[in-house]
Nanobody, 126 residues
Framework: QVQLVESGGGLVQPGGSMRLSCLTS????????MGWFRQAPGKEREFVAA????????RYSDNVRGRFTISKDSAKNTVFLQMNSLKPEDTAVYYC???????????????????WGQGTQVTVSS
């Protein structure tokens, strides 16, 4: 069993920055992949970024590549999502997720993730 707790959301102005954290506990094996997804009102949940615990392979959606950075601190069992140059369209509830033994091409597939956090609201508005 894996538990995930997100933090760091809130209100930020367009062009601003914000960092989300995801504290993990439980059986987080080295072959696990940690992902960030988001869901805006009235829209489907979508992939944002993912990272493999072992080796640190990352993948980003086209919408955030170059603006967002996913990273990990293995000693603290924490995954981060640094978000820069935020836009109003980045407004959503952001979820952390964990999946086991994902291949790179599956990093963006919601159904491959087994555990989810409760989500944290990010609002980009002036």
């Amino acid at each position: 069993q894996v538990q995930l707790v997100e933090s760091g959301g809130g209100l930020v102005q367009p062009g601003g920055s914000m960092r989300l954290s995801c504290l993990t506990s439980g059986r987080t094996g080295s072959d696990n992949v940690m992902g960030w997804f988001r869901q805006a009102p009235g829209k489907e949940r979508e992939f944002v970024a993912a990272i493999r615990w072992s080796g640190g392979t990352t993948r980003y959606s086209d919408n955030v590549r170059g603006r967002f950075t996913i990273s990990k601190d293995s000693a603290k069992n924490t995954v981060f999502l640094q978000m820069n140059s935020l836009k109003p369209e980045d407004t959503a509830v952001y979820y952390c997720a964990a999946g086991q033994r994902l291949i790179f091409s599956d990093f963006d597939k919601i159904r491959r993730y087994d555990y989810w956090g409760q989500g944290t609201q990010v609002t980009v508005s002036s």
